[in-house]
């Protein structure tokens, strides 16, 4: 990856939705060699996909939470079942694994308190796997790249 890749990827993090033509000015190359950088990038593996970013609380999932989950259970069959349970569920914009404790970090996006009241009652303490779960209310989005 060389410098006009980078550069590439800098205004389509920015905006995805760039025509050919209007990329191609921004990094100083005509159309046809920038599509080529842009379709390479794509096959190599480096841009994963073009997405909308949609406002939260106009699609009624305004009220987010950061959840620490851990379990109780090591096995890789369980802890393949939970993960797989975990990322299906609508709510759930974000999950990771991490080293230590706790376990496992999700961000939950729903419409309200008794939204989110219901989600961890009926779907993530229901887990047989799950022992604890500390829930953090987001105050105010202060950087986010979605």
Do not use: W
């Not at 410098?3 to 005509?30: C, P, Q, W, Y």
Request: glycine share 6%.
């Amino acid at each position: 990856m060389d410098s006009i890749d980078r550069e590439i990827l800098f205004h389509l993090r920015r905006d995805g939705r760039l025509t050919n033509v209007e990329l191609a000015k921004r990094v100083g190359l005509t159309p046809p060699p920038c599509l080529r950088r842009v379709k390479r990038l794509e096959d190599e593996g480096i841009i994963t996909g073009y997405r909308a970013r949609i406002n939260p609380a106009a699609a009624g999932r305004g009220f987010e939470v950061m959840a620490e989950v851990e379990i109780g259970v090591n096995d890789l069959q369980t802890v393949e079942e939970l993960e797989s349970a975990i990322a299906s569920y609508d709510e759930v914009v974000e999950f990771h694994r991490l080293f230590g404790r706790p376990d496992y970090f999700i961000r939950v996006a729903v419409e309200d308190h008794a939204a989110y009241e219901t989600f961890l009652t009926t779907k993530l303490i229901a887990l047989r796997a799950v022992t604890r779960v500390d829930s953090h209310l987001v105050m105010k989005k202060i950087k986010t790249d979605d």
